[in-house]
């Protein structure tokens, strides 16, 4: 059993955000036996209010549950297991049922309201990680975000079937339907913009590319018609605290967009300069459509704008936000919520928020009127954070970095990739862009970059803090404690493995060539991780590069990747396997257009 100094010792070790939360918030639910294991940690994600205001459910991510918990007097009534990583939540139009995705296990979970108890009501195998969720105005039909299709599964809710799935291009998040349910607005980021398609021909009419990254939750207006979204933009810049400071490395916008054809979107600038706003993630209108608000995950916060007279502009937008939003709380303001705040909700009175909290394991309350935090709803967790907890606290923190522009997520995208090369100025050179390497089983495909120059771990952690970051310096235990958040990073399962016969004896047949001397791919990329943690030059550098040669990358979840090579100058296996990284420039064996497809099949299957 700890003790009230082991209790202290570890909230005074926490990232500031985090240890005022667990300092400062009140303890009502602390004080009481809670469902399930007390010390897991829930991370909630997303949430939902009933349609009276009686409750709030959340779908917590790391300990794989739903909550249900009272509003008038903040107890958590009941929890239930779902499926593995769960990432949203819906409730639909009867007020009772819910629905949630478990991006990890592949599911739709059906879970019923009843009295104070959340019964199982039906699930659906979808696989491809599902994602963001969206239903139609009556209810009847579901759509699900299948991040790893590149798709929309379309959902009969009665039947708990899949009635079409339509491609919408890739990485899809998030989503929205428009006010006569015809068309959806999906948050494609690994297209970097949004796409919008028509359900019932199952058809993508548009996609509008923007360099939007880590694309936010969607509302549609009801007045206007038009979809809300937060994202972040990289602006293409070397990472020095000059381009920091202007808001011209990484940046946050807030963006609106119609459902027509050719739609274009319009965007506005959130970042006060020397106090910058980063990962925003969450977003809802007031139900009088005079105010939007956003979590801003990285930075901590809850933001509150007033949306008529906002500054939106056509195909771009300023550095910072505009001068006259700062001069005006009622138009823009700023309220300090500690952790990592993501999906939130507002009442219908428009007089309060719930925001999950995903590093404080809480649902927080927040007064609208007053601006200020009104109270804590504790779902369970560890109050004793482990070194992994204190690295994830540091990962999504951007007060790591320059100003708070930007976390180490906000490139890393929940450990994994993005949809452009950056210049991070890691190596000592400008103007050298890189993709970005995932950070799955990081302690196990060293050395570390892409040209391989960093041979320790923890060296490494503390080297990126410093320069790319820019921000305080780290301490050793930081840098320790990222690395052991980052070495717990396992890749998303991979839905391909569980396709049909014909997929697997074209896999059989691209194995071989996989490790075969026609493909000799294995020569490299090969072990557990897909990677033989060596140095080779295969030609591809260029004279701005510091180092020659490039370090083996991994090829765990190699499918889900929009660029390839060290510069991204490819943007699909195929392109890479018959360009400049084809097995005749690198062994000198040609294969067949047969083989190469065979060979791409096996590798979406590692």
């Known amino acids: 059993m700890p003790t009230v100094h082991d209790v202290l010792r570890s909230i005074l070790a926490l990232p500031v955000g985090f240890a005022l939360l667990a300092i400062l918030a009140p303890t009502w639910a602390d004080e009481r036996s809670l469902p399930g294991d007390p010390n897991q940690d829930r991370s909630p994600v997303d949430l939902v209010v009933a349609l009276d205001g009686s409750w709030v459910a959340t779908a917590n991510q790391t300990s794989n ?35 949630v995705t478990s991006s990890y296990a592949g599911k739709l979970h059906w879970l019923r309201v009843d009295g104070e108890k959340l019964q199982q009501a039906g699930e659906l195998e979808l696989g491809f990680q599902p994602t963001g969720l969206a239903l139609s105005a009556d209810g009847e039909e579901v759509y699900v975000c299948l991040t790893d299709a590149d798709a929309i599964a379309v959902v009969d809710f009665q039947s708990r079937r899949v ?25 494609t980021s690994g297209d970097r913009g949004i796409s919008i398609v028509e359900i019932q021909e199952g058809k993508l009419l548009h996609v509008d590319r923007f360099v939007g990254l880590n694309i936010g939750h969607m509302q549609t207006a009801k007045t206007t018609g038009e979809v809300y979204f937060p994202w972040m933009v990289y602006r293409r810049n070397p990472v020095n605290d000059r381009n920091i400071r202007l808001g011209w490395v990484m940046a946050s916008r807030l963006g609106r967009i119609g459902f027509t054809d050719g739609a274009h979107r ?5 970042d006060p300069p020397g106090k910058a706003i980063a990962d925003p993630h969450g977003l809802a209108l007031s139900h009088d459509e005079q105010k939007v608000l956003i979590t801003a995950s990285g930075s901590h916060e809850l933001l509150i704008y007033q949306i008529g007279g906002l500054p939106f502009l056509d195909r771009g937008s300023t550095d910072h936000i505009d001068p006259e939003l700062l001069k005006d709380r009622e138009r823009f303001d700023r309220i300090e919520l500690g952790g990592r705040p993501m999906g939130l909700r507002v009442s219908a009175d428009d007089r309060t928020a719930y925001v999950a909290n995903y590093l404080d394991n809480s649902i927080q309350v927040i007064d609208l009127m007053e601006r200020k935090i009104a109270g804590r709803i504790f779902l369970g967790g560890s109050q004793i954070a482990s070194a992994s907890r204190r690295g994830e606290a540091i990962f999504y923190d951007a007060k790591r970095s320059l100003d708070q522009w930007y976390s180490c997520h906000s490139c890393h995208y929940l450990g994994g990739s993005n949809a452009v090369a950056m210049d991070t100025f890691n190596d000592g050179t400008a103007f050298t862009f890189k993709t970005v390497l995932p950070l799955y089983t990081l302690d196990r495909t060293g050395p570390w970059t892409w040209h391989g120059w960093q041979k320790g771990l923890i060296d490494a952690m503390e080297h990126s803090l410093k320069t790319t970051m820019s921000g305080p310096d780290p301490t050793q235990e930081d840098a320790q404690d990222l690395a052991a958040y980052l070495s717990t990073l396992q890749s998303p399962p991979n839905p391909n493995r569980n396709l049909g016969e014909p997929i697997r004896e074209s896999a059989a047949r691209g194995k071989e060539i996989f490790f075969g001397p026609q493909g000799a791919c294995s020569d490299c990329h090969s072990g557990a991780t897909w990677t033989d ?61 047969e083989e190469t497809l065979d060979l791409i099949v096996y590798l979406k299957m590692l």
Do not use: C
């Open 65 to 99: 549950s739903v909550s249900l918990v009272r509003l008038s007097d903040r107890i958590v009534l009941d929890e239930m297991s779902v499926g593995e990583y769960p990432s949203s939540i819906v409730l639909h139009p009867d007020g009772r049922h819910l629905l």
């Open 163 to 187: 009635l079409r799935k339509i491609p919408v291009g890739r990485w899809p998040r998030s989503l929205a339907v428009s006010n006569d349910g015809t068309r959806l607005a999906i948050g």
């Open 266 to 270: 319009e965007a506005i600038s959130l």
């Open 533 to 593: 943690n060596q140095i080779h030059d295969l030609g591809l550098g260029s004279s701005n590069d510091a180092y020659q040669g490039f370090n083996t990358p991994s090829l765990q979840g190699v499918f889900r990747k929009v660029q390839f090579l060290h510069d991204g100058r490819t943007s699909t296996l195929e392109e890479l396997l018959t360009g400049e990284h084809s097995p005749d420039k690198v062994n000198g064996q040609v294969l067949t257009r």
